[in-house]
């Protein structure tokens, strides 16, 4: 009973290099999140979907992008990474809508250098 | 104003101590509240839903006050486990799920 599993769970990258934050999971959940959390601070919503096929601007969507072609992926990409964006991303789903507790991944910690 | 604000803490009690702290938001149209538990460099994992009526589980007893626009959590008989950050979840909709920036507590023997 995996949940929501998050790769890689470090990573180093260079300015202006990109990369995918995989994200999946195994409970059929409908809803799926993205976040970034930086030290001292709570989560802030980065992307959202409700079902295959669709996905939203969160909070602070700027500098990523999403996708969503299947119920059980949903990756996360920088396209030009900067310092900034040092963080660590966490993955959730939720079954329904917000309404709903939201399961999470063991996070990304991502630097960028 | 911040829409979700907590204070950061830490509160530091003796083992068996009872403790409650509290989380306010701005937004009257508020949805839905949670309690999360975050350990140290770990993921956020539910604690419990915040019902309009009050609800327990356990040593824990999550209450919701709309009038006062607050939540709070009370954790009675304190285990040193207990020791965490946690996070109030504010959810506005889909796109507006606002998380706390937490509250540290610390249970010493």
């Known amino acids: 009973n995996a949940g929501v599993t998050q790769t890689p769970k470090f990573r180093i990258l260079k300015i202006g290099q990109s990369m995918t934050l995989q994200c999946t999971q195994d409970?059929?959940?409908?809803?799926m999140y993205w976040y970034r959390q930086d030290p001292g601070m709570g989560l802030k919503l980065i992307y959202y979907s409700v079902g295959a096929g669709i996905t939203d601007k969160g909070e602070v969507p700027n500098g990523y992008n999403v996708s969503r072609s299947t119920t059980e992926d949903f990756p996360l990409r920088l396209e030009l990474a900067a310092p900034s964006q040092t963080s660590v991303y966490f993955c959730?789903?939720?079954?329904?809508?917000?309404?709903?507790?939201?399961?999470f991944g063991d996070g990304t910690r991502l630097s960028i250098l | 104003r911040k829409e979700v604000e907590q204070d950061p803490g830490p509160f530091n009690v003796p083992e068996g101590a009872t403790v409650a702290f509290n989380c306010t938001y701005s937004?009257?149209?508020?949805?839905?509240f949670f309690w999360y538990r975050q350990d140290c460099r770990k993921e956020p994992k539910l604690l419990m839903s915040?019902?309009?009526s009050g609800n327990e589980d356990g040593r824990f007893t999550a209450q919701l006050n709309r009038a006062s626009q607050y939540i709070s959590l009370l954790i009675r008989d304190s285990k040193l486990s207990d020791s965490a950050t946690y996070l109030c979840?504010?959810?506005?909709?889909?796109?507006?799920?606002?998380f706390g920036s937490g509250t540290r507590l610390s249970i010493r023997p």
């Open positions: 979840v504010v959810n506005i909709g889909a796109s507006k799920i606002i």
């Open positions: 915040v019902y309009s």
């Open positions: 409970m059929n959940h409908n809803y």
């Open positions: 937004n009257s149209a508020s949805q839905s």
């Open positions: 959730a789903s939720s079954y329904a809508g917000v309404n709903q507790p939201q399961h």
